[in-house]
């Protein structure tokens, strides 16, 4: 077969896009994405389907006029993944499109809603969705116009038809047969009809049209399970991409290059012995981060990303907006040394931690109040008990080199030095010239930690050294107002629908007289005795007898 300048192209596309998948499930997928093969978040269905559901479906559509149904199916589906309740929020969605009459951007969110809901169902165990999921796969492909795309959709519609197929007599085994020899020719007809579309500048508007029609024809055949004419069919055509498309299929890994934007955070171990130590060796530990390129978790919209944080924390908005700030124009969340200071519970710590949730960074958030030692910084390996720094040990766990590592209390920190001091290690890290080569006495070489998104949150400047401030990009949190307590009460709300697993439907909002309630003691100000009042009407509502 001919090796065109488009077959090379389309070949290094796979070969980038075999590489994105195994990097992939450090960040959430879109639902295009998991329909094209993507694994889900951290390989964890329940964990995607949750963080998609906080940071994408329900923001949107909390607030929308005439979706309650879907809306509700939702918030049961946040409290209990599973596949019967996924498949309901489904077909929440799709009866609300059929029906009509929802504002216009809306019928977009219900639309992902229907396919990703589908999509999780088939993937959790819900065979009776298959039809579903194959056709939302068949019309993404149809809207695509990348050639790659169209053939990974088009496997994804013939593997969910495939899965849906049962053990029978064996007629039926024969008739199965068939219809995977059909769905398999069919990915060839995709491939070549676009690849005629694309490559054969010469061939007239009316063949492309005649082509893709011809594919759209046998395809419906196929999906209707109506395998006879469209085998029928395949014995006049060969399709030119049938080869490729199995090709690339059997094609072997290969070495985990990202695509898109990366760092090497560990250069090299080669000066460390090999078999000096068995168990937590640094080489055995950390060797294969050695000479790799991690990949840097992209900029997501940083619009929605606004969006979302200034409707769940409106008193902070200034403080969300100047940090997303610092992202314009760049290809991967790359976030300066980042302190946040207020007065105790206005926010700032859970600001800190959306945050890192709307941007897609993994975080691991250490509290620094009584810290007395330099352990952050790691410690040398001639000690039993010696580690690397705390960043590389969130790098190695969550496989990409932009994590975020949350500072919890800083001014706390013991500013003695008789066993190290916390706060030098973190002027190390967030120095400029210092963090692209940071010491680990654990690995005894520089690592590189620019990439790490430090973000620390401190109620008082005064204890902390001028050259540490001088690094930070200090933002002042200003605290909450009466005019915040709706907002801040429904997000109070989520929050113990999220922790305590409740069906929403047995935690509704609060009513008007316990708002008022809240309205005659709580002026503003810290958020802490809010939470506690709200946890106590809730309390009162199951056990009136409490009120005192």
């Not at 419906?220 to 080869?243: F, M, N, Q, T």
């Not at 935690?507 to 008007?512: A, E, F, I, N, R």
Request: aromatic share 6%; hydrophobic share 40%.
């Amino acid at each position: 077969m001919t090796d065109t300048p488009f077959r090379q192209a389309l070949l290094e596309a796979v070969r980038a896009e075999l590489i994105a998948h195994e990097q992939s499930e450090h960040s959430l997928p879109s639902t295009q994405e998991l329909y094209r093969g993507y694994p889900f978040y951290r390989g964890a269905l329940e964990t995607d389907t949750v963080l998609w559901l906080n940071a994408h479906a329900l923001p949107r559509l909390k607030n929308a006029k005439r979706v309650g149904r879907a809306v509700q199916a939702l918030y049961r589906l946040n409290n209990n993944v599973s596949a019967e309740i996924a498949a309901n929020a489904a077909e929440a969605a799709q009866s609300l499109l059929r029906e009509g009459g929802v504002v216009p951007g809306v019928d977009i969110v219900l639309h992902d809603v229907y396919q990703r809901c589908s999509y999780v169902a088939w993937q959790a165990g819900f065979q009776y969705v298959a039809s579903d999921v194959a056709a939302c796969a068949y019309e993404l492909a149809a809207r695509s116009r990348e050639t790659l795309h169209i053939v990974r959709y088009v496997q994804t519609a013939m593997t969910v038809l495939a899965s849906s197929m049962t053990p029978g007599p064996q007629g039926q085994r024969d008739r199965n047969r068939g219809r995977e020899r059909a769905l398999t020719r069919i990915v060839g007809w995709g491939h070549y009809a676009k690849e005629v579309a694309d490559a054969e500048k010469a061939a007239k508007i009316e063949d492309k049209e005649a082509i893709r029609q011809h594919v759209e024809t046998a395809f419906r055949r196929l999906a209707k399970l109506d395998v006879g004419p469209a085998l029928a069919e395949a014995g006049d055509i060969e399709p030119a991409g049938l080869d490729d498309a199995d090709a690339f299929m059997l094609e072997p890994a290969l070495p985990p290059v990202p695509a898109g934007p990366s760092l090497v955070v560990v250069p090299s171990l080669e000066h460390l012995p090999e078999k000096k130590y068995d168990r937590g060796a640094p080489r055995n530990e950390f060797g294969d981060l050695a000479g790799r390129a991690l990949p840097l978790v992209r900029t997501p919209d940083l619009h929605e990303a606004a969006e979302i944080l200034t409707s769940e924390f409106p008193w902070l908005s200034s403080v969300a907006v100047r940090v997303l700030e610092t992202l314009i124009g760049r290809e991967a969340v790359l976030v300066p040394p980042i302190l946040l200071v207020g007065k105790p519970g206005c926010g700032k710590s859970a600001l800190a931690r959306r945050i890192t949730d709307v941007l897609g960074l993994p975080r691991t958030e250490i509290s620094c109040a009584g810290s007395a030692d330099a352990s952050l910084g790691g410690t040398s390996r001639q000690w039993s008990t010696g580690r690397a720094n705390s960043a590389l040990q969130v790098i190695k766990r969550t496989g990409v080199a932009n994590p975020a590592l949350i500072l919890d209390e800083l001014e706390k920190a013991d500013p003695g030095r008789h066993n190290g001091s916390l706060l030098d290690v973190v002027l190390a890290m967030i120095e400029p010239g210092s963090r692209k080569a940071f010491h680990d006495p654990f690995l005894e070489c520089p690592v590189d930690l620019s990439g790490v998104a430090f973000i620390a949150c401190a109620n008082d400047i005064r204890p902390l050294k001028g050259p540490l401030l001088d690094r930070f990009v200090v933002i002042e949190c200003p605290d909450p107002t009466a005019e915040d307590l709706d907002t801040i009460v429904q997000g109070i709300l989520r929050q113990v629908r999220a922790d305590s697993g409740i069906d929403p439907r047995f935690v509704p909002p609060l009513d008007s007289t316990e708002y008022a309630v809240l309205r005659r003691g709580w002026k503003g100000g810290s958020i802490r005795p809010l939470v506690r009042a709200v946890n106590r009407l809730l309390a009162l509502r199951s056990a009136p007898g409490l009120a005192h």
